[in-house]
Structures are given as structure tokens and as C-alpha cells.
T-cell receptor
Framework: ELKVEQNPLFLSMQEGKNYTIYCNYS?????LYWYRQDPGKSLESLFV?????AVKQEGRLMASLDTKARLSTLHITAAVHDLSATYFC??????????FGSGTKLNVKP | DAGVTQSPTHLIKTRGQQVTLRCSPK?????VSWYQQALGQGPQFIFQ???????QRGNFPDRFSGHQFPNYSSELNVNALLLGDSALYLC????????????FGPGTRLLVL
């Protein structure tokens, strides 16, 4: 069964700093997704990465995909408090079968 | 444009009972997936429905079953409830083609006593 590992699981950072969340997966996949979840809320789609070398950016968040290394990164630039949330990566395998990581809980301190 | 809706929002059942959860997809979407999210964990894929048929299934027992109706709405049924079934159940809808981005509903929180 496909394994998806995120690290770190918890991340506390100061506003204005940069950091990267890593998502490793064990088997060749079809595509990779990043989601955000606020406490007590549902998941919000951030990015869909469809091919090797794909890079997507939205505001202070940038996601990339290296299918050869089976690695995706979510880079946070100049963090602000509003980015505090739990971030999940999810891998689509065998067409329409989805595996999520355990999530990275991000706390951005003022 | 209404997003994904789920009902009920909360539910309390006892062990051995059966439960039905409902989901209406985002307008224009034809595919519905169901997930179980335990507290502090990532969502676990239960199954996906497309054209009224189960297209993919995760590692869940047969106690978990579903249905998709001609209007694309969907139900998740869980029989013989166990304490371990207590979780947030999320429905996500998407289009069968293209990026297949999933849009999640607010979830149904199920507590089994």
C-alpha cells in the first residue's frame, strides 16, 4: 500500500520567516495535491501538481513536485499569522485512489 | 453556487447500530469520494462513486457501503457500528476529467458510544 509521509508534523515559526514542508511518498503516483485545514473546518484545496517539475504558487505558498525523488515541497515565504493551519499532502494512485499524509500543523507566531 | 453539502452535521449512535450520511456535490460535479478522518489524523479514503457505481475503494471493511444517485448525490452507510468508527466523515466532489480537484464538504462528525 502506498505510504505518504510528511515532515515536520509540527512547525512553530515566527512571522516573516521562510520554511518548507516535505511530502515523501513510496510509489509512483498519478498526481499530488496540497490542502489546508483550519481547526474544526473542512479541507480547502491549495494546489494540484500534475507532472514532474511542476511548480505552483499562490501568495506566500509555493508547491513543487519531483516525481523521480517521490517528493513534493510546500514552501512558505515570509509567513504571516493567517497561514496558521494544518497542511496535508495527498497522492493519487492507481487513478482515483487517494492517500493523505498525517498533516503538518503550522503555527505562525506574531 | 452551492458548494458541497453534507447532512447531518453531528450524529451520536451506539455500538451495533447503523448510520447513513448524505452528501450533495458541488454543482456540475459528477464524482463523489468519501473519507474518514480520525482526530489528529489525515483523511483516509473510503471509496469513490462515479456514474452510480463504486469506482475505487480504500482499505475499509464491507460494513462501509455507499450509493450514488442519478443527480450525483451520494450516501455513505455504515453497519454494525464500532467505537472506532467515531470520526469526521468528509465528502468530496470533483469532475471525472481534467485536474480532478476535490472540493470537500464540511463533514459529519459521528460519535459512537
Amino acid at each position: 500500500e502506498l505510504k505518504v509521509e510528511q515532515n515536520p508534523l509540527f512547525l512553530s515559526m515566527q512571522e516573516g520567516k521562510n520554511y518548507t514542508i516535505y511530502c515523501n511518498y513510496s510509489t509512483t503516483s498519478d498526481r499530488l495535491y496540497w490542502y489546508r485545514q483550519d481547526p474544526g473546518k473542512s479541507l480547502e484545496s491549495l494546489f494540484v501538481l500534475l507532472s514532474n517539475g511542476a511548480v505552483k504558487q499562490e501568495g506566500r505558498l509555493m508547491a513543487s513536485l519531483d516525481t523521480k525523488a517521490r517528493l513534493s515541497t510546500l514552501h512558505i515565504t515570509a509567513a504571516v499569522h493567517d497561514l496558521s493551519a494544518t497542511y496535508f499532502c495527498a497522492v493519487e494512485y492507481n487513478f482515483n485512489k487517494f492517500y493523505f499524509g498525517s498533516g503538518t500543523k503550522l503555527n505562525v507566531k506574531p | 453556487d452551492a458548494g458541497v453539502t453534507q447532512s447531518p452535521t453531528h450524529l451520536i449512535k451506539t455500538r451495533g447500530q447503523q448510520v447513513t450520511l448524505r452528501c450533495s456535490p458541488k454543482s456540475g460535479h459528477d464524482t463523489v469520494s468519501w473519507y474518514q478522518q480520525a482526530l489528529g489524523q489525515g483523511p483516509q479514503f473510503i471509496f469513490q462513486y462515479y456514474e452510480e457505481e463504486e469506482r475505487q475503494r480504500g482499505n475499509f471493511p464491507d460494513r462501509f457501503s455507499g450509493h450514488q444517485f442519478p443527480n450525483y448525490s451520494s450516501e455513505l452507510n455504515v453497519n454494525a457500528l464500532l467505537l472506532g468508527d467515531s470520526a469526521l466523515y468528509l465528502c468530496a466532489s470533483s469532475l471525472a476529467s481534467g485536474a480532478r480537484t476535490q472540493y470537500f464538504g464540511p463533514g459529519t462528525r459521528l460519535l459512537v458510544l
